[in-house]
T-cell receptor, first 114, second 114 residues
Framework: GENVEQHPSTLSVQEGDSAVIKCTYS??????FPWYKQELGKGPQLIID?????GEKKDQRIAVTLNKTAKHFSLHITETQPEDSAVYFC?????????????FGKGTKLSVKP | DSGVTQTPKHLITATGQRVTLRCSPR?????VYWYQQSLDQGLQFLIQ???????AKGNILERFSAQQFPDLHSELNLSSLELGDSALYFC?????????????FGSGTQLSVL
């Protein structure tokens, strides 16, 4: 089955700097890669997703890149702000299956220092 | 606010006991999912229901069971509780339960087994 590895487990940056979180997946058939942000005391919230037919997707200060050959994808946050501090989860799945195929990484705790 | 309601927010019980966690999905969503979140295992998929029927099953123990009622709310029943069952349990919902749908998570139920 699918396995998703996420690095680093913790990341501390200065406000205004960029943050990068990387994930690798094992199943070459996976073709949907969402990223969820979990703030303290709340449930995860989808912030961006990418499908395997594109290599990059941007939404304001966040972007996700996908390298299908290497089977890895990354989340990039530019001009970080204190409100970006949260735990970020990557995930991978295949179209056509149930949501049970959505496998999450173990999360990255991002701390943005003012 | 995701629109997904989970009750109770906190639950403290003893080993061997049985508890029921409740989830009301976002209005209009037909599919409900249950996840277990622990520090060492991350977000683990337990089970998915769609319009009252089980759609997918993950790493759910035999001591755990769930159901989705005609009004689409769902309950997760945990019995013969063990210390290791202590975790944050999330419910999520989506419209049709397809793989590439956005999941809306509730705020979770923190279960402590003493």
């Amino acid at each position: 089955g699918e396995n998703v590895e996420q690095h680093p487990s913790t990341l501390s940056v200065q406000e205004g700097d960029s943050a990068v979180i990387k994930c690798t997946y094992s199943d070459s058939a996976s073709n949907y890669f969402p990223w969820y942000k979990q703030e303290l005391g709340k449930g995860p919230q989808l912030i961006i997703d990418i499908r395997s037919n594109v290599g990059e997707k941007k939404d304001q200060r966040i972007a996700v890149t996908l390298n299908k050959t290497a089977k890895h994808f990354s989340l990039h946050i530019t001009e970080t702000q204190p409100e970006d501090s949260a735990v970020y989860f990557c995930a991978a799945s295949k179209y056509g299956g149930s949501q049970g195929n959505l496998i999450f990484g173990k999360g990255t705790k991002l701390s943005v220092k003012p | 606010d995701s629109g997904v309601t989970q009750t109770p927010k906190h639950l403290i019980t003893a080993t061997g006991q049985r508890v029921t966690l409740r989830c009301s999905p976002r209005s209009g969503d037909l599919s409900v999912y249950w996840y277990q979140q622990s520090l060492d295992q991350g977000l683990q998929f337990l089970i998915q229901y769609y319009n009252g029927e089980e759609r997918a099953k993950g790493n759910i123990l035999e001591r755990f069971s769930a159901q989705q009622f005609p009004d689409l709310h769902s309950e997760l029943n945990l019995s013969s509780l063990e210390l290791g069952d202590s975790a944050l349990y999330f419910c999520a919902s989506s419209f049709q339960g397809a793989t590439n749908e956005k999941l809306f998570f509730g705020s979770g139920t923190q279960l402590s087994v003493l």
